[in-house]
């Protein structure tokens, strides 16, 4: 049985530690091959963006083993790929269990293989490290992160030497080169220190700089400093950072959530350290409430997406979804870019298929110019760098609670955007509105976006091929009508077509290959399916629209737009 030689090779290993080859012997003896299969049946994939999974001994988890393979196939990478060149790397690392111990274990392996490494001396935010890789002028990076996973998860994020995540062609030679690890013996762990120099504090302060160079209003800082703020890094990087970079700008009454403040992998208080989920801001809302706050903001473990709350016209906090968020900062970021006459018809924003709409309608107002691409941010990084030096980059985003102000880092950015979100929140209140009444105001004038996600988890092998399945039926049998309206188009971005269903044709879509299907309905609708890159999900995004005659109208416009959502996701039996 295959699982089992693959086993019995770990056993083999000289280079397998005692005690892992312990817990292998204790799987091979257990009559139940459950975890024997589930820690063996395959390799843990090195898909294009790294690594992810959950942690344990086996091909299929994430352990010192499976991170030196990894580490060792990017490295022959590098040094194939700049021979006769200095080559560098950054490494930086979360809260989760084990993040030390994996970046420290990358930093060996990168070292034995003749790789100057830049390991940063503790905890920092995936965004930082972005930074640090530009900053420092180095071809590659890596952080230890599984983002919002849960606690059982850790992940390896590899990065190229635009502070990007790999795109074409290095993703996949990146992928070909770990595929030819076939064997732990094949990796060399016996670091050379002298390649491993330790960073910190000096990179904090030139990223912090960056982020405080990005201010639009400062006079509204100024005018609202004691505007009561909450903030929460869930046991994660953001306590690092945001909190200083908040003060920094201006603001003197940021409250942090005290029981959240201290790095723990094992994120005791909360389900999911996943900002997207309303419990994971249960304490920081509290704790709102409790000072009469305007704004309360939670980051994820690596302090790369932000969720936040505000005030609704009832005085009750509201939580805003990514889709909201996003609507906010790229109409602040365009609006005063326009006041401070920094327009100029050269500029754009970007954001993915699965995004809202109503960012394009901003951006058409204000004359700049907007760019869709596919989920990931490593996509949007793509479109900088190819219109660098001929367009300017505003800012983007995407609705999984991601934003990118500037094109200084590559990644998104919670820590920028914490930031530039608590400035909007001070303009707002400056202005005597809020962040709730701006987003009607916006609803009103472009028109009322409502965007709901539905995922369905499915683990393991089983799961795996539920999902995979479901693609395929999607696929061959299309919806036909969805909210009481016709679908027109059907747009398959892993075949790259565009079918319009009415007319029986098709066309050709530019963009790269992923497996995402998208329906569009003649009334606007549009419904989004794909599985998740990270997750064992399927994930569904349902996007209606309607126009908004007037605020009196806004209520009843939001549960008409409620209902016909709840009919779609009942249509498609989810």
């Known amino acids: 049985m295959e699982i089992t030689s693959k086993a019995q090779k770990w056993l083999n290993s000289t280079k397998v530690d005692a005690e892992s080859k312990k817990i292998i012997e204790l799987m091979l003896a257990d009559a139940d091959r459950t975890e024997l299969t589930e820690s063996f049946y395959k390799d843990l994939e090195f898909g294009t963006g790294g690594l992810r999974g959950i942690m344990g001994v086996g091909s299929n988890r994430m352990n010192k083993y499976t991170v030196g393979m990894a580490t060792q196939g990017l490295a022959n990478y590098l040094n194939n790929t700049f021979k006769g060149e200095d080559i560098s790397v950054a490494i930086a690392h979360d809260s989760r269990n084990n993040s030390r111990f ?19 001396e503790a905890l920092r935010p995936t965004p930082e490290l972005s930074f640090t890789i530009r900053h420092l002028g180095c071809k590659s990076g890596v952080v230890l992160t599984a983002s919002h996973n849960p606690k059982e ?10 502070g990007a995540q ?5 993703d996949k030679n ?8 076939t064997s732990i013996d094949e990796v060399n762990f016996e670091k050379n220190e002298e390649l491993i120099e330790l960073i910190g504090k000096n990179i904090d302060d030139v990223y912090l700089d960056m982020i405080a160079g990005l201010s639009l209003s400062p006079e509204s800082i100024a005018a609202q400093k004691d505007m009561p703020i909450v903030f929460s890094g869930i046991h994660g990087t953001g306590s690092v950072l945001v909190p200083t970079i908040l003060k920094r700008l201006g603001f003197e009454n940021v409250n942090q959530v005290e029981e959240q403040i201290e790095p723990n992998g094992n994120f005791p208080t909360v389900v999911y350290p996943n900002p997207e989920e309303a419990e994971a801001l249960s304490l920081a809302l509290k704790k709102a409430e409790s000072i009469d706050a305007d704004l309360v903001m939670a980051t994820d473990p690596d302090a790369d997406r932000v969720g936040i709350a505000v005030k609704n016209d009832k005085g009750e906090f509201q939580l805003l979804n990514g889709n909201q968020t996003g609507t906010l900062i790229v109409y602040y970021l365009l609006r005063k870019w326009q006041e401070n006459d920094k327009l100029d018809g050269k500029q754009f924003i970007v954001k993915t298929i699965v995004t809202t709409d109503l960012l394009e309608r901003i951006a058409e107002k204000y004359g700049v110019k907007h760019y869709n691409t596919l989920t990931g941010f490593k996509y949007i990084a793509a479109a900088i760098k190819e219109l660098e030096g001929k367009e300017e980059f505003i800012g983007g985003g995407e609705e999984s609670y991601g934003y990118m102000i500037g094109d200084k880092v590559r990644d998104k950015d919670a820590v920028a955007s914490c930031s530039i979100i608590a400035e909007m929140a001070a303009w707002a209140k400056n202005q005597g509105t809020s962040l709730y009444e701006l987003l009607k105001q916006i609803h009103v004038e472009f028109g009322l976006y409502q965007e709901t996600l539905k995922s369905l988890t499915k683990k393991g092998k089983t799961g795996s091929e539920e999902i995979a399945q479901m693609m395929v039926d999607f696929r061959s049998n299309p919806p036909a009508k969805l909210g009481g309206s ?6 398959d971005y892993q075949e790259g077509i565009s079918k319009d269903l009415a007319n029986n044709t098709t066309s050709k879509i530019d963009y790269p290959k992923s497996n995402v299907l998208q329906f569009l309905t003649t009334d606007g609708s549009k419904i989004s399916v794909r599985p998740s890159g990270t997750e064992p999900k399927i994930k569904f995004y349902f996007s209606v629209n309607q126009n908004v005659s007037d605020i009196s109208e806004y209520d ?9 959502t709840s009919k779609i996701i009942e249509e498609l039996d989810l």
Do not use: C, Q, R
């Open 556 to 564: 009843k416009t939001v549960e008409s737009l409620k209902i016909k």
């Open 166 to 170: 790999l795109v074409p062609p290095h």
């Open 486 to 491: 016709e679908v027109a188009t059907l747009i």
């Open 102 to 120: 994996f970046a420290e274990t990358t930093a060996a392996v990168f070292s034995a293989n003749g790789i100057k490494v830049y390991l940063f």
């Open 174 to 181: 990146v992928i070909t080169e770990v595929g030819k690890i």
């Open 153 to 162: 998860y850790n992940g390896y994020k590899a990065y190229w030497d635009d």
